[in-house]
């Protein structure tokens, strides 16, 4: 028989329900005379999707159907996981 042994340090506790885990995630990408806005509805994507436009040089932000914004260094407030 298995045993499976959980490491409780790795665990992270389920974020709370809210209004902004169920919506739609608008990514706000601007570089040079170029926009460009994409939209989500997986937050961990969205936020995969904004670092990979970060790291080419373009200036990001992440919005939610609430209307809140988040900056590059908030990104980690929507993330289910740690290690994305």
Request: aromatic share 8%.
């Amino acid at each position: 028989m298995a045993t499976m042994i959980l490491d409780t340090v790795l665990e992270r506790p389920a974020r709370p329900f809210t209004a902004e885990a169920a919506g739609v995630y608008t990514i706000h990408a601007v570089r040079n005379d170029q926009a460009i806005v994409t939209h989500r509805i997986i937050p961990d994507v969205a936020v995969a999707q904004a670092r990979t436009l970060k790291a080419a040089g373009w200036r990001v932000s992440i919005s939610t159907a609430a209307g809140r914004q988040y900056a590059p260094s908030e990104f980690d407030q929507l993330l289910s996981f740690d290690l994305i």
